[in-house]
């Protein structure tokens, strides 16, 4: 006998394979979901981590500056503390300015070279003098830039034709105002040492 089979078994196979389609693509969905929450909970939890790490980053920069403030601070108090130290020790060792300024004027004066009038203001000393001649003078230069520890930059400021009077006679000399720096004690120190150090045969 045969057997004639009427229903729409093309529908039902169409039906079967779209209901396990929806099926598939249901479950792939719920899959996905998944792994996108558990990926936006991971980065949360890094978000949320390194938002810990940074508030305490930034409260140790707080901390920090407010350290470097105080050593910033000390530094300004100890370099004040240094400049009055100083300070203090240049006033104590100039009190024999004059004294080691009139030495150096004896030792450093040619013959024929005499001083009229002197005046210091601050390191400049400022010379007044006769001279027997402009040679006198610039011997007087010489020995002031070379050969005194305690003063240094000797400049001529004016040299002028003069004459005195000799007995009955009138003679001629140069009058002449100079002008040299005279060291401080520190100053003349370190200058003794460079030229210590300059002069010392080099090792070997």
Known sequence: MILINLLPHREAA???RREAFFATLGVSALMGGVIAGGIF???AAQISNQQAKNVVLQTEIKRLEGQIKDIAT???EIAALRARQQAVEDLQADRNLPVHLLNEMVRQLPDGVFI???KQENQVVSIQGVAQSNERVSELLRNLGNNSP????PELIEIVSGTVPLGKEQRRVSNFQMKVRLLRSSEAQKAAGGASAASAPGKT
């Open 41 to 43: 909970l991971w980065y």
């Open 14 to 16: 169409r039906k079967r």
């Open 74 to 76: 000390l530094q300004e």
């Open 116 to 118: 009229t009038s002197m």
């Open 150 to 153: 305690w003063l240094t930059k």
